[in-house]
């Protein structure tokens, strides 16, 4: 295959490739291909249907003839990472199938969409709404750790609601950059995540294990309560800068209804010092996760949240469009060499993969005074 040694069923195929589009089977007539769900720089991710049963699954389709090494070597890292992990808030990889054209992850198919589009439709979202979540993906994190996985790319595009009913219900999801250490005590050493999300230590160089997911959830939880990240920067040169700095600040207007455990919470974890960064078992035992909290509607949230999360919904489409044009140009016969693949954090710190445009869309009020964490 190319080679993924996790085993996957190799069907036969003849003839030319087929794309994974509607009515299309796969697996030996096992599934029929749906409606496209989302696409990447080498894979697209459709619906499926299982023919005998008709439980609905995805299947995220990646192209061989667009892979290079690196990635056969991630496909069988992710591959073997899920099997090993049995939790309901994991996304649980059904099977992996392959052809001469193909691999095709099958997984279970969530029904509820992103979270933060979620998030924005809600008429009253509060901060017991955003605690819950948050102590969800704490748990999720604790018990991935407990099991030595790094996520490395925790942000809320992976974390999927399984349903329409229940905002607090969701699965973590995208283990492509996950990792397996040796304890808490062998540093990882390459520069990978998304720019908003990323610790310190992981664009510094430094060494980072565990606590970079950690870092991760304080950004998000700080997203959940306020609308906007707290490190910000007109390109990813200056965001980087500040992310390092660690320097953010809560607006008096945006943070008025929030709880002083909250911002307490949100400090402990964005400690620029990963070895006095609280570990994702021990935030569990903070009075925020343990305490009751306050139902008052975050109205500054929401309105922040949605014209947040409309820019990175525009960026997103933007990658997807740029990821269309690379796999055209990489598959073409008058292609001599393929183009350059790009990833989501540089090698080194002042390289910038998308210099058409920020990294992260600015807050709608700038923080009047920023101040250290305390």
């Known amino acids: 295959m190319g080679s993924c040694s996790s085993t996957p069923h190799k069907v036969s195929s003849t003839g030319p490739p087929p794309s994974p589009a509607p009515g299309v089977c796969i697996g030996n007539g096992k599934y029929t291909l749906g409606e496209e769900l989302g696409k990447g720089a080498f894979s697209v991710v459709t619906s499926a249907v299982e023919n005998a049963t008709g439980i609905e699954v995805a299947v995220k389709c990646m192209k061989k003839a667009a892979m290079e090494p690196d990635d056969f070597e991630a496909l069988e890292a992710e591959v073997a990472i899920l099997r090993s992990l049995q939790h309901p808030c994991i996304l649980h990889l059904l099977e992996l199938l392959e052809d001469d054209h193909y691999f095709y992850m099958i997984t279970e198919k969530l029904l509820g969409g992103e979270l933060f589009d979620r998030i924005v439709d809600n008429e009253q979202y509060t901060e017991a709404n955003a605690r819950n979540l948050v102590k969800v993906i704490l748990e999720t994190v604790a018990y991935l750790h407990r099991r030595d996985v790094v996520h490395r ?3 809320p595009e992976n974390v999927l609601l399984v349903a329409g009913n229940d905002d607090s219900d969701v699965k973590i999801a995208d283990f492509g950059l ?32 565990k606590s970079a997911d950690v870092w991760s959830v304080g950004v998000i939880t700080y997203i959940l309560l306020c609308g906007y990240p707290p490190f910000q920067g007109d390109d990813q ?45 021990e935030l569990l035992k903070h009075s925020w996760m343990t305490a009751d909290v306050n139902e008052n509607c975050l109205a500054p949230a929401i309105v922040a949240l949605k014209q947040y999360n409309a820019r990175r919904r525009l960026k997103t489409a933007m990658r997807a469009v740029r990821a269309t044009v690379r796999m055209k140009l990489l598959l073409s016969p008058a292609q001599s060499k393929p183009p350059a693949k790009t990833e989501e954090v540089p090698s080194a710190p002042d390289e910038v993969s998308e210099p058409s445009e920020p990294s992260e869309p600015k807050a709608p009020s700038e923080p009047k005074a920023p101040s250290e964490p305390q």
Do not use: M
């Open 178 to 209: 996950a990792c397996k250490v040796e304890g808490d005590d062998t540093p990882l050493t390459q520069a990978c995540g998304s720019p908003g999300y990323v610790a310190p230590e992981v664009i510094s160089h430094e060494g980072y294990g």
């Open 237 to 281: 040169n200056v965001l980087f800068a500040n992310i390092r700095k660690g320097t953010f600040g809560f607006d008096p207007e945006d943070w008025a209804g929030v709880s002083d455990d909250a911002q307490s919470f949100i400090c402990d974890i964005l400690d620029v010092d990963a070895k006095s960064r609280p570990k994702a078992a």
């Open 153 to 155: 790319d925790l942000k």
